[in-house]
DNA sequence: TTATGGATTAGCT
DNA sequence: GCTAATCCATAAA
């Protein structure tokens, strides 16, 4: 893991990125070291805002064929059950929501406007609905293979606004990351074998914001979205 | 069986 | 800033 966070840096370095710059970026990469831990039920087995609040700079990670993929968790989104009109499980139990509805710690992945895929963590016990969409990453590992899977060219990755394009956002995201509902959906976060895993490096978040939720209607007033301040890599 | 609209994004003005 | 793209889960009929 440190190995190929160490090769990225490499990589970013000899495309001529400034120091200024290098240090911006890799604030929050420099802590990715081997000791990391995953993250057990008890962490999601809580209130969406508590989940959402603390999953603020941990990382997901995604193992491929092809290579390590990681970014660190920079914004999030809480959905409750019952009384939270924007939710997918207000409405109650389906087909699509189950997940939502099942045992913490597990990937609820749905499809939406037609072109993209969303993922959230289900939370609290069986039987009760939340969940915390996860809204923006900041690429720690596998940056150039996350570039290929959204379509940027590599010779783009020394800007800072294509680098924010591969995961500054819920889509993008899951693009980046080759997230799909046939894959993912109902997959444990939790399993240290997995190919779709939460860990914790020891990474603690400086200043967190809290804000109204982005691209809903209902129940949009709501302060339920969470990121780190002054982070880049954060969407909207 | 058909109609509706969305936890978004990219591209254009 | 504005809007088309584009599919499918859900609700209505």
Do not use: W
């Not at 037609?114 to 069986?126: A, F, R």
């Amino acid at each position: 893991m440190s190995e190929s966070v160490s090769r990225e840096q490499g990589a970013l370095a000899s495309r001529g990125m400034t120091k200024s710059y290098m240090t911006r970026f890799y604030e929050l990469h420099m802590t990715l070291r081997g000791g990391v831990t995953v993250l057990k039920a008890a962490f999601f087995n809580r209130d969406p805002r508590r989940v959402a609040r603390s999953l603020l700079g941990k990382i997901l990670l995604r193992k491929t064929p092809d290579g390590l993929l990681a970014g660190r968790i920079v914004e999030t989104e809480a959905y409750l059950g019952e009384g939270d009109a924007a939710a997918h499980a207000a409405a109650g139990q389906t087909e699509r929501n189950a997940v939502l509805f099942g045992p913490p710690g597990h990937a609820y992945v749905y499809f939406i406007y037609g072109n993209h895929y969303c993922m959230n963590v289900s939370c609290l016990p069986d039987g009760v609905p939340g969940g915390v969409l996860f809204r923006a990453l900041q690429p720690v590992a596998g940056i150039e293979q996350m570039a290929e899977a959204r379509g940027i060219a590599k010779s783009d990755l020394r800007k800072i606004s294509s680098l924010r394009k591969i995961s500054s956002g819920p889509g993008r995201m899951s693009e980046a990351l080759g997230i799909t509902r046939a894959r993912d959906n109902g997959k444990s976060l939790m399993n240290p074998r997995s190919d779709l895993r939460i860990v914790d490096d020891g990474y603690r978040v400086r200043r967190a914001m809290v804000t109204p939720r982005i691209g809903i209607v209902k129940s949009a007033e709501q302060p339920l979205r969470y990121f780190i301040a002054g982070n880049p890599f954060v969407s909207g």
